[in-house]
């Protein structure tokens, strides 16, 4: 392994929440992802954009991971390709220009060895670890396969390698030797994460890796996770929705709502303190531990809209209890994150948080709440 | 949707009169059993051999009351709920013992014709995904109006209205417009009530609710959860909650029977399984799940993986994955479901419950 200068952070945009503490391996700032959704005719029609993610910023530091929480459809594993490089942020047209750094240099003036290295830092591990596999192929040639196409390793290399990672990931080495076939589900999301781990990255992307184990093996993976993290400062993007998970897992959160980041922060200051009213619904809809913990549900008006033409406003306004003051700057203009404590940071208007508020304001009854 | 303003002075939208059932109450059970399941037994015949997915399985549900059967994925919590269904196909599969008794008869021994009426009738299965339980080409009034007509022998202006009430009755706004409405042109939540409303459209005595293992948002999920409360309220029925999340055993359930390998490990009142588990697989299950409510530390975790039920150990199944130190010997001792305490029931082996000493005395083999 080559040894790298010091990294030069001084050019990074600033963005709210985000330093350069930490050495960060992925800069994410101001990235957008919109989908045009028709095909608009040129001087009539106006282009219909699906917008999926749209202005998010974040910082991937070693040895951390940053979880991102909200449900289905709100960006989440968009922002995750992005970074993963199988998306490429929307740059064109009247869409702003947002960027990714790795180690400091945009990725889009990447040289070739550059990118190399960054494909090889940057893995990810998927929800179904049973479709991510080859089923053709032995075990050991799945896990080495990153080998063989990035090194120039020889098969016998390779495959002691490959013995190795097996073990590392609580495997037996001789089983190398089977088909995917033959592994139960918690076992091939470990061969997941063996061959994630095969070029040494530095970061990899962990979308809903438990969620379709079963419950008595999620926890053996997800301490996995943590013992590879601590073992080899490995940071890690988690994707999920269970918010426990992400309580367990992730230093830091990012509560997204409809593409845009609401809450934002350490992971215990939010859950110490949660603020905004997404969230707080989040979390009053999570499943008890326990059956003495009973939570009032704040349950939002309507449904998640959908993500095409979103208002230029608040995104949350259409789905909270409280009053929108018509004229209101943030019924036009998106409101940007706010430093509300020490790493803690919500999207402020005078209707997206529960700030002044009794939480019991909100208990709305389910009548209310179709 | 009517904004509606909820500053501090103005109002506070706070719960209804008469809703309380969004609140989880404990639900009003009465003292009668509606459901008996006793030792049932069901094989499937496959190439590797005979797997005995449900291996003696006895329970009992009462008016009002909900059960929750949990166990990991493949320990017969499925074929159990389909044998008391008599929806099991044969071959591979065969009920081949035991008896059901709803509503005091074996619906086990009475014929298909009349099978056919007591499903969906006084017994009926609910799915949580609704997408799975509609079908998209007919209209909403269509497919409820079938279940009501099955049941009801009605047709017409009287079936029209039987709808249309269903509808309302799992709060669906201007029913009259949504029955005419493709599952389509509904939301995710709206969809959800209308399977609702199928399965308490014959009124049944028992709701079967087999939650599959995707996971769904946790905002949809608790909407899921109010309506089957609800659902409960309005009819009185029994409920029997499958599932993997002891989290939603904590929310929903008045009594839990937890399922290993084909057979209950442990069954017992929801806050005494909680407080004071017996079986070590009960105590795995609910203390491998990370906490919302604080950091958690490292996980405990269950090692090992879920037995193969067609290549079961001899005796006690759990045994290779129990943490407790134990002699060969004894786990080939095939354990027996005891009363520990007043309804508190563990299957009592050396290999799985650290408190076998306590309760030897009650096993032949202690
Ligand atoms: N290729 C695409 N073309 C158009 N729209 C897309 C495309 N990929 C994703 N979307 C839309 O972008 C939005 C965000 O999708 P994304 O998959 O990032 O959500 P998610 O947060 O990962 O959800 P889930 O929890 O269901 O995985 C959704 O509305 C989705 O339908
Ligand atoms: N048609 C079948 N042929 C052979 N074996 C079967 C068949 N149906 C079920 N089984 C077996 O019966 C056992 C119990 O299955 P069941 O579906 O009841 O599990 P479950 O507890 O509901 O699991 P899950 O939580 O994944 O739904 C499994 O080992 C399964 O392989
Ligand atoms: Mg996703
Ligand atoms: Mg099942």
């Given at each position: 392994?080559?040894?790298?200068?010091k990294?030069?952070?001084?050019?990074?945009?600033?963005?709210?929440?985000?330093?350069?503490?930490?050495?960060?391996?992925?800069?994410?700032?101001?990235?957008?992802?919109?989908?045009?959704?028709?095909?608009?005719?040129?001087?009539?029609?106006?282009?219909?954009?699906?917008?999926?993610?749209d202005?998010?910023?974040?910082?991937?530091?070693?040895?951390?991971?940053?979880?991102?929480?909200?449900?289905?459809?709100?960006?989440?594993?968009?922002?995750?390709?992005?970074?993963?490089?199988?998306?490429?942020?929307?740059?064109?047209?009247?869409?702003?220009?947002?960027?990714?750094?790795?180690e400091?240099?945009?990725?889009?003036?990447?040289?070739?060895?550059?990118?190399?290295?960054?494909?090889?830092?940057?893995?990810?591990?998927f929800?179904?670890?049973?479709?991510?596999?080859n089923?053709?192929?032995?075990?050991?040639?799945?896990?080495?396969?990153?080998?063989?196409?990035?090194?120039?390793?020889?098969?016998?290399?390779?495959?002691?390698?490959?013995?190795?990672?097996?073990?590392?990931?609580?495997?037996?080495?001789?089983?190398?030797?089977?088909?995917?076939?033959?592994?139960?589900?918690?076992?091939?999301?470990?061969?997941?994460?063996?061959?994630?781990?095969?070029?040494?990255?530095k970061?990899?992307?962990?979308?809903?890796?438990?969620?379709?184990?079963?419950?008595?093996?999620?926890?053996?993976?997800?301490?996995?996770?943590?013992?590879?993290?601590?073992?080899?400062?490995?940071?890690?993007?988690?994707?999920?929705?269970?918010?426990?998970?992400v309580?367990?897992?992730?230093?830091k959160?990012?509560?997204?709502?409809?593409?845009?980041?609401?809450?934002?922060?350490?992971?215990?200051?939010?859950?110490?303190?949660?603020?905004h009213?997404?969230?707080?619904?989040?979390?009053?809809?999570?499943?008890?531990?326990?059956?003495?913990?009973?939570?009032?549900?704040?349950?939002?008006p309507g449904?998640?809209?959908?993500?095409?033409?979103?208002?230029?406003?608040?995104v949350?306004?259409?789905?909270?209890?409280l009053?929108?003051?018509?004229?209101?700057?943030?019924?036009?203009?998106?409101?940007?994150?706010?430093?509300?404590?020490k790493?803690?940071?919500?999207?402020?208007?005078?209707?997206?948080?529960?700030?002044?508020?009794?939480?019991?304001?909100?208990?709305?009854?389910?009548?209310?709440?179709? | 949707?009517?904004?509606?303003?909820?500053?501090?002075?103005?109002?506070?939208?706070?719960?209804?009169?008469?809703?309380?059932?969004?609140?989880?109450?404990?639900?009003?059970?009465?003292?009668?059993?509606?459901?008996?399941?006793?030792n049932?037994?069901?094989?499937?015949?496959?190439?590797?051999?005979?797997?005995?997915?449900?291996?003696g399985?006895?329970?009992?549900?009462?008016?009002?009351?909900?059960?929750?059967?949990?166990?990991?994925?493949?320990?017969?919590?499925?074929?159990?709920?389909?044998s008391?269904?008599?929806?099991?196909?044969?071959?591979?599969?065969?009920?081949?013992?035991?008896?059901?008794i709803?509503?005091?008869?074996?619906?086990?021994?009475?014929?298909?014709?009349?099978?056919?009426?007591?499903?969906?009738?006084?017994?009926?299965?609910?799915?949580q995904?609704?997408?799975q339980?509609?079908?998209?080409?007919?209209?909403?009034?269509?497919?409820?109006?079938?279940?009501?007509?099955?049941?009801?022998?009605?047709?017409?202006?009287?079936?029209?209205?039987?709808?249309?009430?269903?509808?309302?009755?799992?709060?669906?706004?201007?029913?009259?417009?949504?029955?005419?409405?493709?599952?389509?042109?509904?939301?995710?939540?709206?969809?959800?009530?209308?399977?609702?409303?199928?399965?308490?459209?014959?009124?049944?005595?028992?709701?079967?609710?087999?939650?599959?293992?995707?996971?769904?948002d946790?905002?949809?999920?608790?909407?899921?959860?109010?309506?089957?409360?609800?659902?409960?309220?309005?009819?009185?029925?029994?409920?029997?909650?499958?599932?993997?999340?002891?989290?939603?055993?904590?929310?929903?359930?008045?009594?839990?029977?937890?399922?290993?390998?084909?057979?209950?490990?442990?069954?017992?009142?929801?806050?005494?399984?909680?407080?004071?588990?017996?079986?070590?697989?009960?105590?795995?299950?609910?203390g491998?799940?990370?906490?919302?409510?604080?950091?958690?530390?490292?996980?405990?975790?269950?090692?090992?993986?879920?037995?193969?039920?067609?290549?079961?150990?001899?005796?006690?199944?759990?045994?290779?994955?129990?943490?407790?130190?134990?002699?060969?010997?004894?786990?080939?001792?095939?354990?027996?479901?005891?009363?520990?305490?007043?309804?508190h029931?563990?299957?009592?082996?050396?290999?799985?419950?650290?408190?076998?000493?306590?309760?030897?005395?009650?096993?032949?083999?202690?």
């Amino acid at each position: 392994m080559t040894t790298k200068e010091k990294v030069d952070y001084s050019h990074i945009p600033p963005a709210v929440g985000c330093s350069n503490d930490g050495e960060p391996i992925i800069q994410v700032r101001n990235i957008r992802k919109w989908y045009q959704v028709n095909k608009a005719l040129p001087f009539i029609g106006k282009i219909d954009w699906l917008k999926a993610v749209d202005d998010v910023s974040f910082d991937v530091t070693p040895g951390k991971t940053i979880g991102l929480v909200g449900e289905s459809g709100c960006g989440k594993t968009t922002t995750a390709k992005m970074v993963l490089g199988l998306e490429e942020p929307t740059t064109d047209g009247e869409v702003p220009i947002g960027q990714i750094y790795f180690e400091g240099e945009d990725v889009k003036t990447l040289t070739n060895a550059g990118r190399k290295e960054m494909r090889r830092s940057v893995q990810a591990v998927f929800q179904d670890p049973w479709s991510s596999l080859n089923p053709r192929m032995r075990v050991s040639t799945i896990i080495a396969e990153p080998l063989e196409i990035n090194t120039t390793m020889t098969k016998k290399e390779r495959d002691t390698r490959a013995g190795d990672l097996l073990g590392e990931v609580g495997l037996n080495p001789y089983q190398g030797n089977l088909y995917p076939h033959e592994f139960s589900g918690g076992q091939r999301q470990r061969i997941g994460i063996a061959r994630a781990l095969a070029l040494n990255p530095k970061l990899i992307v962990l979308d809903e890796p438990v969620s379709a184990l079963d419950v008595s093996i999620r926890a053996q993976i997800m301490n996995l996770l943590v013992d590879l993290q601590e073992e080899h400062n490995l940071a890690y993007i988690l994707i999920a929705h269970n918010l426990a998970t992400v309580r367990y897992m992730c230093h830091k959160t990012a509560v997204m709502y409809l593409g845009v980041v609401q809450e934002y922060g350490d992971t215990e200051a939010i859950f110490a303190k949660p603020t905004h009213l997404y969230t707080n619904a989040l979390i009053s809809a999570a499943l008890p531990s326990h059956p003495d913990i009973v939570r009032d549900e704040i349950v939002l008006p309507g449904e998640v809209v959908s993500p095409v033409n979103p208002p230029p406003g608040d995104v949350f306004m259409s789905r909270t209890p409280l009053e929108v003051r018509k004229n209101h700057i943030y019924t036009k203009e998106r409101p940007p994150l706010v430093e509300i404590g020490k790493d803690h940071y919500v999207v402020e208007t005078p209707w997206s948080t529960v700030t002044g508020h009794d939480l019991s304001e909100f208990h709305l009854s389910v009548d209310e709440a179709m | 949707m009517v904004k509606k303003a909820a500053s501090k002075t103005t109002k506070k939208p706070t719960a209804k009169k008469g809703l309380d059932t969004d609140r989880f109450g404990p639900s009003t059970i009465r003292d009668e059993v509606v459901l008996e399941v006793k030792n049932l037994q069901t094989n499937f015949t496959t190439k590797w051999g005979t797997v005995k997915a449900c291996d003696g399985i006895s329970y009992s549900v009462k008016r009002g009351e909900t059960l929750g059967i949990v166990g990991e994925s493949g320990s017969g919590k499925s074929v159990t709920a389909l044998s008391i269904m008599r929806l099991i196909q044969s071959p591979p599969g065969e009920i081949a013992g035991g008896e059901v008794i709803l509503n005091g008869r074996d619906i086990l021994q009475i014929s298909e014709s009349q099978m056919t009426s007591v499903r969906g009738g006084e017994i009926s299965m609910i799915l949580q995904d609704p997408m799975q339980a509609l079908n998209p080409v007919f209209d909403i009034n269509d497919q409820v109006g079938e279940a009501i007509g099955i049941h009801q022998k009605v047709r017409g202006k009287t079936r029209w209205e039987k709808v249309v009430d269903a509808l309302r009755k799992v709060r669906i706004p201007a029913a009259e417009t949504r029955a005419k409405d493709y599952p389509h042109q509904l939301s995710g939540g709206m969809r959800q009530r209308v399977v609702g409303a199928i399965g308490i459209s014959s009124n049944p005595d028992v709701i079967i609710a087999d939650e599959p293992t995707t996971s769904l948002d946790v905002t949809i999920q608790a909407a899921y959860l109010r309506l089957l409360k609800q659902i409960q309220s309005e009819t009185g029925a029994a409920i029997i909650f499958i599932t993997h999340d002891f989290g939603i055993v904590a929310k929903m359930c008045d009594r839990v029977a937890v399922m290993y390998a084909g057979r209950i490990v442990e069954m017992a009142d929801v806050r005494e399984i909680f407080n004071n588990p017996l079986h070590e697989y009960t105590k795995a299950l609910i203390g491998s799940v990370p906490k919302l409510e604080e950091k958690t530390g490292r996980l405990p975790q269950i090692d090992g993986q879920p037995p193969l039920l067609y290549d079961l150990p001899q005796g006690d199944s759990f045994a290779p994955r129990s943490p407790l130190k134990y002699d060969e010997k004894d786990a080939l001792i095939r354990p027996e479901l005891i009363e520990a305490k007043p309804n508190h029931f563990v299957q009592l082996s050396r290999c799985s419950v650290k408190d076998f000493d306590k309760y030897k005395d009650k096993v032949s083999y202690g």
